[in-house]
């Protein structure tokens, strides 16, 4: 059997025409020293009204004390374990940077860094050099490496000193050691095979001479020998494949579709089977207008459609109150519009929480409500403190698909 | 990986001078049938303005239902789940009396007993005898068993019918069943390898030994003879060397220091890797003068200190509400200079319930407060009904270690 919560769900799912909305409010949570937050001091009428009929919780992300990246955020939510279905960071960053990985590519994540004379390392991310040096050097590596033994080699900037190598080849393995000491002080290691297999002794061999070519491209290059501190070395880390994760439309029996606009929530979306509805991508930012147009035409043709908001989370790592309580209200304005396409059951929370004192991800349990007919209605605010005591209790995130899926009546009964 | 949390905190621990308080109220949960409890009755305005800005949970300290002795009650608020690190109880029994085993010691708890004619185990407890009793048998059969097959025996009371059995030898097993019975009405068992292995058989060889020499200095003593009943047999159990725990400091990546008086809550601390801090243990009682200097000169030396009150639980042991609301106010004295120390994260809970109607430890959920720059404050007061409710919700004390180490910075983000 899958492990909870999808062993249970493909066991149990019934196919039926009811309709669930999953709200992602990205980093909604916070934890304001004054017990006043973004969620409580923002004005939300609309959130207020369904609220009021919806049963309200909190609901840990992943584990209590722990900060989940959005890639274990998501699959939470969507029902998967993070521990169990692990995705690296390359391929996480791959989605990122919106590269929809085949079956014969492997993604690392690479950090440029600063090596001593001996060769060890004495900053692993090279000062957080700019994304306008990272690019300069791309170019530089990418033009110099563009094929290893075969293998095709793809250099992308991700941020500051951060960047992403593709590997494509047939047959290309994606177990291999990460290269990242993970601490200053010892040279980058051997790029080691993770197996016996030849797949993976391959892609160890041409990772093992990417780096060493970045070696002596970077010596060359002035950009990168004038930089202070030098940039000089590169360290790769989360080396792996796309993951075969089970197919949530196959196992929930409905047809699952996101919407979001950025590639890393579109790209964890497709890991698990949902279709990303065609959203015009144009601009920057928040981009409501193209999301509500996408979700008015494609609402009715999915059974479980996932909206993704982003800005509150962005507001919430720039540490500004005001900011979150903005995006919180702009959300709240586009409440109406969602509820008009007449799902059956609307679930809002977020991936993790973003408190606004602590500019990062963090572990705070998120708000979360359940709106269905057959909701017990908690006569709150959807706020940390309303939700705290609320009649959905306390919750994991992996819980959240399955109470879904019974407030749709899309779960059959467990046993005689 | 390590079970949870700690190989969660091994994965993502970050090293940052960032100091965590983690006070331990020994028995510190009641349960009173009027519904006020020690905690509630006590006047504590030092710690009701910290609770006030803090974050407040219920936490099981083992299991639902399960009343932990101090090992695992302390095991699981160190990270360690008790369930996975078993320490036997002679072990346990031999930190308690303050011996720090050796690699080379076995020790076993003992019991005097009461058998009959027929050698059956009629009083596993030989009727509870005094502790003075329990030293003049011991001075007995200690001179008779100094040494068996070339292993030396050190016998202790610890107190009434209790005492602890210590082997020393080099490459002596640990791996040996207890002869208790369990049962009245059944002779002493043998005392049975558990493996094949030559150093578990020399240590069952010299167990049954111990236990033949001392049924017979028994039945030669007049003072166990004339006893009533007569202390006539040995029971031993719970026999094991000192196991070998994944050392906190190196896993969590942070100093840590214990400040406690008595002998099993240093021994615990110890067998996690703490160091415990000099105290002057002249003295008897809580000697809080001579914690609070130690405290004031080590506290900022460890990025986790634990700190044990324990005459909390002693009240609660005698069934003495006054005595226990009397403690825990003269805990809160002490609040202001736990806090003058400036620890950027303070934990407060207990290792187990000690309610006053039951005069034992016991099982009911235990209050929790977390108080840091992040927590959620929760506007309320350390008591059991108040922290119900509170925003961390239903803990387990293995959530408690993370949740620690994240509210100190000390957790990097789980994943992408």
């Known amino acids: 059997?899958?492990?909870?919560?999808?062993?249970?769900?493909?066991?149990?799912?019934?196919?039926?025409?009811?309709?669930?909305?999953?709200?992602?409010?990205?980093?909604?949570?916070d934890a304001a020293p004054s017990g006043e937050t973004p969620l409580a001091a923002a004005r939300t009428p609309h959130l207020d009204a369904l609220a009021r009929d919806a049963s309200l919780g909190l609901s840990t992300a992943v584990a209590p004390g722990i900060a989940p990246g959005s890639g274990p955020g998501h699959l939470s939510l969507f029902g998967y374990d993070p521990f169990v279905y692990e995705v690296g960071r390359g391929v996480l960053s791959a989605l990122g940077l919106g590269v929809d990985l085949g079956r014969d590519q492997v993604a690392a994540r690479g950090n440029f860094a600063t090596a001593d004379a001996a060769g060890k390392i004495v900053d692993r991310r090279a000062g957080r050099i700019s994304t306008a040096l990272n690019e300069t050097l791309i170019a530089a590596l990418g033009a110099?490496?563009?094929?290893?033994?075969?293998?095709?080699?793809?250099?992308?900037?991700?941020?500051?000193?951060?960047?992403?190598?593709?590997?494509?080849?047939?047959?290309?393995?994606?177990?291999?050691?990460d290269t990242d000491p993970g601490r200053v002080g010892e040279p980058p290691l051997e790029p080691l095979p993770l197996t016996g297999d030849e797949a993976d002794r391959r892609a160890a061999r041409v990772l093992a001479r990417l780096a060493e070519r970045a070696r002596q491209v970077l010596s060359d290059l002035p950009a990168a020998r004038t930089a202070e501190p030098a940039v000089n070395a590169v360290l790769l880390r989360g080396i792996g494949k796309k993951p075969d994760l089970p197919q949530l439309p196959a196992l929930a029996k409905l047809r699952a579709g996101a919407i979001a606009i950025y590639p890393m929530y579109r790209g964890v979306a497709r890991l698990v089977g949902m279709d990303c509805v065609p959203i015009d991508l144009a601009g920057t930012g928040e981009r409501t207008a193209a999301k509500m147009a996408a979700y008015a035409a494609h609402a009715a043709a999915h059974e479980l459609l996932y909206f993704h908001v982003k800005k509150i989370d962005s507001a919430g790592e720039d540490g500004d109150f005001a900011k979150k309580v903005g995006e919180i209200e702009a959300f709240d304005a586009i409440v109406p519009s969602l509820l008009a396409a007449?799902?059956?059951?609307?679930?809002?929370t977020g991936d993790h929480s973003t408190p606004v004192p602590l500019r990062a991800h963090s572990w705070h349990p998120l708000p979360v409500l359940v709106w269905s007919r057959f909701a017990r209605p908690d006569r709150r605010r959807f706020t940390e403190a309303d939700c705290r005591g609320g009649s959905l209790g306390e919750l994991r995130h992996l819980d959240l698909l399955p109470l879904a899926m019974a407030n749709a009546g899309k779960l059959a009964k467990y046993g005689a």
């Open 144 to 177: 110099a490496t563009r094929e290893i033994d075969g293998v095709r080699v793809e250099l992308r900037t991700e941020a500051e000193y951060r960047f992403v190598a593709l590997l494509t080849g047939e047959g290309l393995g994606g177990n291999v050691a």
């Open 342 to 348: 007449a799902p059956d059951v609307v679930v809002i």
């Open 1 to 29: 059997m899958l492990p909870y919560p999808l062993g249970l769900v493909e066991k149990l799912a019934i196919s039926t025409p009811s309709r669930i909305l999953l709200v992602v409010l990205d980093g909604v949570g």
